[in-house]
Every structure is written in structure tokens, then in C-alpha cells.
């Protein structure tokens, strides 16, 4: 018996999960918000989170070839950031965008940093930021739901119609809690991004301190300061449109480039909120939550660094 | 603090067996903190049951070493040893008659009404009585607060899944824990005393309320959570008050003594037994019958595990718990005064696991039973950064596990904090 008993270091129990679940855990969470998204937009919207999908994969397993180190894209996470570029992606691009903004998300984002788990800015949110300032008409023309139908038909996102100081009155709430107004692929059905929020959340791979804080935020500050005088803006419409539903409960939430500690992490959100907030009402960009989410990430190091729990027996 | 699988089906509801004798017991010279003890019998002397056979002239820490059996000793050399790899042990024939050595007389309540708390010490410390829960620090000292304690608290927590040598000898041995408890208090001079026992052992929590009942004793129940038996949970969780860094719980005038431990003092005083056996559960998957069974110190490994049986051949034999215990590599080693159990895992529990990158999840900083940030102490490792190490907490540890239970990366976490505490500068 001796000569194969295993000798290892304490503890020798482990719990079930593992990171490769969690990761396509997520993917499985954002497949509704997906499917709508191809519903609302046509098979072409299908088409390029394929393709974004695939670029990512890719990217990631030549990188990985290149620099001679393990290949690990079993672990979901090359997948996952496709996905998510796809998902920031107007459905009227066309389908270089989305292998571009996969390759720039991959090889900047994350590899240049020194790869897994030590990119500091969120991946496929770096991607969008690169395609935004790199090809900003295409990034910011949308088109309208089912008009793949008929010819497409471009329209303002209902947040950049706001900023002209037009409001697009045939959008109900009601719609844009369906996800039937123009967009990008993944964030337009609120129903289906909260559906598996849900999911995750009560499998635990994320926690309520993020999302709940920066939508919160975004919802205050909208209704405080969205409308002339105070406490009249229309904070709702706010928190329907836009990314904030899915930035908040599945970017802003990537464990690698948010904070560690609960507390870290309420700071984090509420950051990202305002940052959010500003942009949307006096900045130049119709809709804020990418950059304030790169922002926040930037300052995740040091909130982790101030932000720490008290050890026992201290004071 | 993290609710684990207990495990601890397969033992609870068994009785304390006692162990069929021995042929051979090695029993080290080295079962507790401090220095080891010097022989005190040469080869081919002929031994008595509980008689000493090592100690030190030193006033160094340290509790003396009794023989577990009659018989001859045939040897004095290295012999595995489940804590420290190898230690020397004296390696006795047993003559299977038990003999006791001479000037054991039972005490009488009355007499040991009339010991002083140094009495007691004297008999505690003679009697080679150490601190079961797992540091095996001598009980002897810990018995010689400087100052009195305001409560004492005993540990019944047995926290660690799998084992259930405490929650037995609670069950089985009651009274004679109270009369142990007793002898405490007169030492530490506490004001008032707390049985503390987690709500998974239901049966010690209602026999110890029904003995307490009209003492000033109290039975606490606490949650059943890992790793509710720690010292500085215990304080924690039962005073509200925290140990300061750097401190003893005397320094917040309390004490913790382990259940095992009081009896060990309730037979030490009234018995006027060394600790030369005690409760062990061998338990785990691979056991065909799981026991806990009353086994004398320097017994085999093997012995225990063949008396309860295999289903199949473990590949890990575990000396303790699954979270804190340490994997052994033959199964000669003997049983020492901290075993409190055996644990063989197979194939099933022990899939090696590859370790990835941190995700950054937090799990382990939200896990650390004492506000550790663990992730960035093994960055800190990796990088050699002692200093960093240090400053987000390393020298805090309490080696509990939780940290490296929870990683979903499988990163040996707890590993890396005690390397950094080995290597920050003093």
C-alpha cells in the first residue's frame, strides 16, 4: 500500500467548483439575453457573436501557441469575452468589426498584461472602447427592431436621442424592459439580462454588491440631476437603457478587474454609477457605462490596497 | 467561517471500542510542543503500564513520556512520526499483562477535595497531560495562568468533518468530564465556565445540559461551522471579545481547554493515570466498519486500520481531519497524544488538482475566518515580497484551510501563507 499512498500539504478536501464553471456558467446566463437579441435583430446578430466568439477563441489559442504556454481556452473565458464583445456590438456592423474588437480584446486586453487573471481593464470592454475610438460611425449607428425584415432601417439608440434633447415617445418602458427599441445585440432585453442575473446570483457566482450599487447609483443620480430642477429626472427609463443592465450585472462583475472585498466592491459600483451618470447627462457620449467601468477597473488596485477587512485582533 | 459536509455520519453513533492490545507500540519521544524528552530506559529493560519512560532535567516546555503497555523494550531509535516526519520513539514488547507500574492508587473525592490547584498541576504535569485539540501544548502550564481567568471555556466544538472522538467521549464520559472541569476551574480560578458544542452533536449538547443542570455551568450551542473550534473564533463567538494580535486568551481573561483534555485531567487526578491512550476515529470512505476506538499511545497506524477493516485500499491516510490534518506516507506511524483521528480517503476524494490562475473571486477573502486577504499574500509569495506578505496579513493565520478548500483555482493558499510566515523577518 505504501509506495502509492499521496502525500500532500492540508487541507485535502476541496470544494465542487472550479473557475472553467463559473465561466461558462456566465455564458450560459447570457444566452437568453442572446437569443433576444437575434429575435430583435435577425439572424445577422447571430452571425456576429458567432464570429466574435470564434475571433476570441482564436486569438487566444494562437497567442497561447506562440508564446508556448498552455492552451486554456476549455476554461470559457477566451469564449466569454467574445460573447460579451459581440453583445456591445450594434447588429449593423459589419462582420469584421466583431473579429477585430475579439482580436484587440484578446491580444491587448488580456495577453499584453500577462494574460489570465492579470489584465487590469476588462477585456472585451477594452475591445468596444478600441472599435469606439477607432471607427466611431459604425460603432454608434443603430438599427431599428425587426427591420431586418424590410430594409434596415437606422435609428438613435433612445439614449442618444435623449441627448439631442429628442425623446423617442413610441418607447415605452414597457418596451425597453422587453428589449424592443434599438441597440446593441446583448443589452436590449432587460427581461431576459435579469433572468440569468437571477441564475447567477443564487448560484452564487455573483454577488448582489456590484449591480445593485452601480444601478442604484445610476437611478439616483439620473433622478436627482436628469431633468431641470431636482429630483425630476426620468431615472428609470435611465436604468432600462443603455448597457446598464448588462454592464452592471456581468462586466462590472468579472472577478479579475473588480475588487476583492465586499465593501471594495459597493465603492466599485458606485463609482462606476456616477461615472455612468455624468457621462450620460453632461458628457459627450450619449451612454457612459463602458467607460466608467474601465475607469473603476483602473482604480480597482488601489481600492483593494485601502479597502481591506479588519484583521482579528486589531484594531 | 464555512459550513462543510461533516462527514461524520459514519462515526457518530458508534461507541468507544477499546483496541485489542498491540504486539509492538512505538512511542515517540517527542508528542508535544516544546523539547523532546531524553529516554529514560535502556534496551532490554522491562517496563510497567503507565510507567515514565522520558522527560527532561530542563525547566524547558516540555511533558513527560509514559509507557502504554508491559513489556520489553527491544529498542530506541527513529520511527515514523505522523507530525514530524521521523522522531525517535522507544519500541516496546508487550507482555499483553497490563502490569501497572507501582504507586498507582485511585483518589477518593474526599482527597482530591483536599488537592491545591499545585497539586493539581504536579499531578497533571506527572501525568504527562498535554493539549488534545491538536497543539499538544503541556496542560501543565496552561493550568498556571498569571492571573485568574474571569470564564473558562471548553472546547467541544470538534469542528473538523470526519471526526467524532470528542463528540463520543462527551456522550460516554459525562460526569468524569465534569469532575475534569472542576480541577480546571479550581486551577485558573475562573469565575464562570461555558461548554461549548456545536448543534451537530445533539445528544453530548442534551447530556451535558441535563448534568450542568443547577450548577452554575452553562452549555452553549454553537452554529455548526468550520472553524467554530478555533481558540479565536471560540472567543470570539461566545465572549464577543477578540484575542489582540500577539496575545493569549488569559490576556482577555479567559481560558480554553479541549474536552479531551479535561478528561485527560479528570483521570490523570482521580484515576492517577498517565494520558498513555486515548479516543481515536479511523473513519473515511475506504473503512469497512468506522470506530472510534480507545487506543494506546505508540499503537501502529495499520493496527487501528486493520481491526476496523478496508473496502478498498486508501491512497491517502490522514492523520486528523480533512481540513487540517497531515497526510502520512506509511501507515507504521503510531498514534501520539493529538491523534484524534484517522481519515482514509480514495481515489474519488483525492483527484489531484491542477491549480489555474486566480480569477480573483474573493471566495478566500471572504472564507478567512480572520480577515485575511490570501490571494494577494501568495502573490506575495511568488514575488518573494516578504514585506507585502506581511502587510496584508500573513503572520495571522490561523492555517485553518478554508482559504484553499474554497479557491475554485485550486490554489494551495493556506501552503503559501505558512511558507511566508516561515520566511518574513522576525
Same mark, same amino acid.
Given at each position: 500500500?505504501?509506495?502509492?499512498?499521496?502525500?500532500?500539504?492540508?487541507?485535502?478536501?476541496?470544494?465542487?467548483?472550479?473557475?472553467?464553471?463559473?465561466?461558462?456558467?456566465?455564458?450560459?446566463?447570457?444566452?437568453?439575453?442572446?437569443?433576444?437579441?437575434?429575435?430583435?435583430?435577425?439572424?445577422?446578430?447571430?452571425?456576429?457573436?458567432?464570429?466574435?466568439?470564434?475571433?476570441?477563441?482564436?486569438?487566444?489559442?494562437?497567442?497561447?501557441?506562440?508564446?508556448?504556454?498552455?492552451?486554456?481556452?476549455?476554461?470559457?473565458?477566451?469564449?466569454?469575452?467574445?460573447?460579451?464583445?459581440?453583445?456591445?456590438?450594434?447588429?449593423?456592423?459589419?462582420?469584421?468589426?466583431?473579429?477585430?474588437?475579439?482580436?484587440?480584446?484578446?491580444?491587448?486586453?488580456?495577453?499584453?498584461?500577462?494574460?489570465?487573471?492579470?489584465?487590469?481593464?476588462?477585456?472585451?470592454?477594452?475591445?468596444?472602447?478600441?472599435?469606439?475610438?477607432?471607427?466611431?460611425?459604425?460603432?454608434?449607428?443603430?438599427?431599428?427592431?425587426?427591420?431586418?425584415?424590410?430594409?434596415?432601417?437606422?435609428?438613435?439608440?433612445?439614449?442618444?436621442?435623449?441627448?439631442?434633447?429628442?425623446?423617442?415617445?413610441?418607447?415605452?418602458?414597457?418596451?425597453?424592459?422587453?428589449?424592443?427599441?434599438? !441597440?446593441?445585440?446583448?443589452? &436590449? /432585453?432587460?427581461?431576459? %439580462?435579469?433572468?440569468? +442575473?437571477?441564475?447567477? *446570483? $443564487?448560484?452564487? #457566482?455573483?454577488?448582489?454588491?456590484?449591480?445593485?450599487?452601480?444601478?442604484?447609483?445610476?437611478?439616483?443620480?439620473?433622478?436627482?440631476?436628469?431633468?431641470?430642477?431636482?429630483?425630476?429626472?426620468?431615472?428609470?427609463?435611465?436604468?432600462?437603457?443603455?448597457?446598464?443592465?448588462?454592464?452592471?450585472?456581468?462586466?462590472?462583475?468579472?472577478?479579475?478587474?473588480?475588487?476583492?472585498?465586499?465593501?471594495?466592491?459597493?465603492?466599485?459600483?458606485?463609482?462606476?454609477?456616477?461615472?455612468?451618470?455624468?457621462?450620460?447627462?453632461?458628457? !459627450?457620449?450619449?451612454?457612459? &457605462? /463602458?467607460?466608467?467601468? %474601465?475607469?473603476?477597473? +483602473?482604480?480597482?488596485? *488601489? $481600492?483593494?490596497? #485601502?479597502?481591506?477587512?479588519?484583521?482579528?485582533?486589531?484594531? | 467561517?464555512?459550513?462543510?459536509?461533516?462527514?461524520?455520519?459514519?462515526?457518530?453513533?458508534?461507541?468507544?471500542?477499546?483496541?485489542?492490545?498491540?504486539?509492538?507500540?512505538?512511542?515517540?519521544?517527542?508528542?508535544?510542543?516544546?523539547?523532546?524528552?531524553?529516554?529514560?530506559?535502556?534496551?532490554?529493560?522491562?517496563?510497567?503500564?503507565?510507567?515514565?519512560?522520558?522527560?527532561?532535567?530542563?525547566?524547558?516546555?516540555?511533558?513527560?513520556?509514559?509507557?502504554?503497555?508491559?513489556?520489553?523494550?527491544?529498542?530506541?531509535?527513529?520511527?515514523?512520526?505522523?507530525?514530524?516526519?521521523?522522531?525517535?520513539?522507544?519500541?516496546?514488547?508487550?507482555?499483553?499483562?497490563?502490569?501497572?507500574?507501582?504507586?498507582?492508587?485511585?483518589?477518593?473525592?474526599?482527597?482530591?477535595?483536599?488537592?491545591?490547584?499545585?497539586?493539581?498541576?504536579?499531578?497533571?504535569?506527572?501525568?504527562?497531560?498535554?493539549?488534545?485539540?491538536?497543539?499538544?501544548?503541556?496542560?501543565?502550564?496552561?493550568?498556571?495562568?498569571?492571573?485568574?481567568?474571569?470564564?473558562?471555556?471548553?472546547?467541544?466544538?470538534?469542528?473538523?468533518?470526519?471526526?467524532?472522538?470528542?463528540?463520543?467521549?462527551?456522550?460516554?464520559?459525562?460526569?468524569?468530564?465534569?469532575?475534569?472541569?472542576?480541577?480546571?476551574?479550581?486551577?485558573?480560578?475562573?469565575?464562570?465556565?461555558?461548554?461549548?458544542?456545536?448543534?451537530?452533536?445533539?445528544?453530548?449538547?442534551?447530556?451535558?445540559?441535563?448534568?450542568?443542570?443547577?450548577?452554575?455551568?452553562?452549555?452553549?450551542?454553537?452554529?455548526?461551522?468550520?472553524?467554530?473550534?478555533?481558540?479565536?473564533?471560540?472567543?470570539?463567538?461566545?465572549?464577543?471579545?477578540?484575542?489582540?494580535?500577539?496575545?493569549?486568551?488569559?490576556?482577555?481573561?479567559?481560558?480554553?481547554?479541549?474536552?479531551?483534555?479535561?478528561?485527560?485531567?479528570?483521570?490523570?487526578?482521580?484515576?492517577?493515570?498517565?494520558?498513555?491512550?486515548?479516543?481515536?476515529?479511523?473513519?473515511?470512505?475506504?473503512?469497512?466498519?468506522?470506530?472510534?476506538?480507545?487506543?494506546?499511545?505508540?499503537?501502529?497506524?495499520?493496527?487501528?486500520?486493520?481491526?476496523?477493516?478496508?473496502?478498498?485500499?486508501?491512497?491517502?491516510?490522514?492523520?486528523?481531519?480533512?481540513?487540517?490534518?497531515?497526510?502520512?506516507?506509511?501507515?507504521?506511524?503510531?498514534?501520539?497524544?493529538?491523534?484524534?483521528?484517522?481519515?482514509?480517503?480514495?481515489?474519488?476524494?483525492?483527484?489531484?488538482?491542477?491549480?489555474?490562475?486566480?480569477?480573483?473571486?474573493?471566495?478566500?477573502?471572504?472564507?478567512?475566518?480572520?480577515?485575511?486577504?490570501?490571494?494577494?499574500?501568495?502573490?506575495?509569495?511568488?514575488?518573494?515580497?516578504?514585506?507585502?506578505?506581511?502587510?496584508?496579513?500573513?503572520?495571522?493565520?490561523?492555517?485553518?484551510?478554508?482559504?484553499?478548500?474554497?479557491?475554485?483555482?485550486?490554489?494551495?493558499?493556506?501552503?503559501?501563507?505558512?511558507?511566508?510566515?516561515?520566511?518574513?523577518?522576525?
Amino acid at each position: 500500500m505504501e509506495n502509492r499512498l499521496i502525500v500532500s500539504p492540508s487541507p485535502h478536501a476541496h470544494i465542487d467548483d472550479s473557475v472553467a464553471k463559473i465561466m461558462w456558467a456566465v455564458s450560459l446566463a447570457l444566452l437568453p439575453a442572446g437569443a433576444a437579441g437575434v429575435y430583435f435583430f435577425g439572424l445577422k446578430a447571430l452571425w456576429i457573436i458567432i464570429l466574435g466568439i470564434v475571433s476570441a477563441v482564436a486569438t487566444e489559442i494562437i497567442l497561447q501557441k506562440l508564446s508556448k504556454s498552455k492552451i486554456t481556452v476549455s476554461d470559457g473565458s477566451a469564449f466569454l469575452t467574445g460573447l460579451l464583445l459581440a453583445y456591445n456590438l450594434p447588429p449593423g456592423v459589419p462582420f469584421w468589426v466583431p473579429i477585430v474588437g475579439s482580436f484587440f480584446a484578446i491580444f491587448i486586453g488580456k495577453f499584453v498584461f500577462g494574460g489570465l487573471g492579470k489584465n487590469i481593464f476588462n477585456p472585451a470592454l477594452a475591445g468596444r472602447a478600441f472599435l469606439m475610438a477607432s471607427w466611431p460611425s459604425l460603432m454608434t449607428t443603430f438599427v431599428k427592431p425587426f427591420g431586418y425584415k424590410y430594409d434596415a432601417i437606422t435609428s438613435a439608440t433612445p439614449l442618444a436621442a435623449l441627448k439631442e434633447g429628442k425623446v423617442m415617445e413610441h418607447i415605452s418602458n414597457l418596451n425597453l424592459f422587453f428589449g424592443n427599441r434599438p !441597440g446593441c445585440i446583448g443589452e &436590449v /432585453c432587460v427581461l431576459a %439580462l435579469l433572468a440569468g +442575473a437571477v441564475f447567477l *446570483l $443564487i448560484k452564487g #457566482y455573483i454577488s448582489w454588491h456590484i449591480p445593485f450599487s452601480f444601478i442604484g447609483t445610476v437611478g439616483f443620480f439620473t433622478c436627482v440631476f436628469g431633468a431641470k430642477g431636482l429630483f425630476n429626472g426620468d431615472w428609470l427609463f435611465h436604468i432600462l437603457s443603455g448597457g446598464l443592465i448588462l454592464g452592471a450585472f456581468y462586466m462590472a462583475t468579472d472577478y479579475v478587474t473588480s475588487p476583492l472585498t465586499r465593501k471594495g466592491q459597493i465603492i466599485f459600483g458606485i463609482g462606476c454609477g456616477l461615472i455612468t451618470g455624468v457621462i450620460r447627462l453632461w458628457g !459627450g457620449y450619449p451612454e457612459g &457605462v /463602458c467607460y466608467a467601468i %474601465l475607469i473603476m477597473n +483602473a482604480a480597482t488596485p *488601489l $481600492i483593494d490596497r #485601502y479597502v481591506r477587512p479588519r484583521i482579528y485582533g486589531t484594531k | 467561517m464555512v459550513r462543510l459536509e461533516e462527514n461524520k455520519k459514519f462515526t457518530e453513533n458508534r461507541p468507544i471500542e477499546k483496541l485489542p492490545l498491540p504486539k509492538l507500540v512505538y512511542v515517540p519521544l517527542i508528542q508535544h510542543l516544546g523539547k523532546p524528552c531524553e529516554a529514560e530506559v535502556k534496551v532490554g529493560d522491562v517496563v510497567m503500564l503507565g510507567q515514565r519512560i522520558g522527560s527532561i532535567e530542563a525547566k524547558a516546555v516540555h511533558s513527560h513520556i509514559h509507557a502504554s503497555v508491559s513489556g520489553k523494550v527491544l529498542a530506541i531509535d527513529n520511527w515514523p512520526h505522523p507530525v514530524l516526519g521521523t522522531a525517535k520513539a522507544v519500541v516496546i514488547e508487550n507482555d499483553g499483562k497490563d502490569q501497572k507500574a507501582q504507586g498507582t492508587v485511585l483518589r477518593a473525592q474526599e482527597e482530591v477535595d483536599r488537592l491545591t490547584a499545585q497539586d493539581i498541576r504536579d499531578i497533571v504535569f506527572e501525568a504527562g497531560v498535554v493539549g488534545m485539540g491538536g497543539a499538544s501544548f503541556p496542560t501543565h502550564i496552561k493550568l498556571n495562568p498569571p492571573k485568574s481567568v474571569e470564564t473558562l471555556i471548553i472546547n467541544g466544538a470538534e469542528c473538523e468533518p470526519y471526526l467524532t472522538s470528542d463528540s463520543r467521549l462527551m456522550i460516554e464520559k459525562t460526569a468524569e468530564i465534569i469532575k475534569g472541569i472542576e480541577l480546571v476551574k479550581k486551577c485558573v480560578r475562573a469565575k464562570e465556565v461555558i461548554i461549548a458544542i456545536e448543534e451537530n452533536k445533539p445528544e453530548a449538547i442534551k447530556d451535558f445540559e441535563k448534568a450542568v443542570a443547577g450548577t452554575e455551568y452553562r452549555v452553549r450551542v454553537l452554529e455548526s461551522a468550520y472553524p467554530q473550534g478555533g481558540e479565536k473564533q471560540l472567543t470570539q463567538n461566545i465572549l464577543g471579545k477578540e484575542i489582540p494580535r500577539g496575545k493569549l486568551p488569559f490576556d482577555i481573561g479567559t481560558s480554553v481547554q479541549n474536552v479531551a483534555t479535561v478528561f485527560a485531567i479528570y483521570e490523570a487526578v482521580y484515576l492517577a493515570k498517565p494520558l498513555y491512550e486515548r479516543v481515536v476515529t479511523v473513519t473515511g470512505p475506504c473503512v469497512a466498519n468506522p470506530k472510534n476506538l480507545l487506543a494506546r499511545i505508540g499503537t501502529q497506524f495499520k493496527d487501528l486500520i486493520s481491526f476496523c477493516g478496508l473496502k478498498q485500499d486508501p491512497i491517502k491516510i490522514i492523520s486528523g481531519g480533512p481540513m487540517m490534518g497531515i497526510a502520512q506516507y506509511t501507515d507504521q506511524v503510531p498514534v501520539i497524544k493529538s491523534t484524534n483521528g484517522i481519515l482514509l480517503l480514495d481515489q474519488e476524494q483525492t483527484s489531484s488538482f491542477t491549480e489555474v490562475f486566480c480569477s480573483r473571486c474573493g471566495n478566500c477573502v471572504r472564507a478567512c475566518p480572520v480577515g485575511l486577504l490570501p490571494t494577494l499574500i501568495n502573490l506575495s509569495c511568488k514575488k518573494k515580497n516578504w514585506q507585502s506578505a506581511k502587510f496584508y496579513g500573513a503572520l495571522d493565520c490561523i492555517e485553518c484551510g478554508l482559504c484553499s478548500y474554497v479557491c475554485p483555482s485550486n490554489i494551495n493558499l493556506v501552503q503559501s501563507i505558512k511558507r511566508a510566515k516561515m520566511e518574513i523577518p522576525k
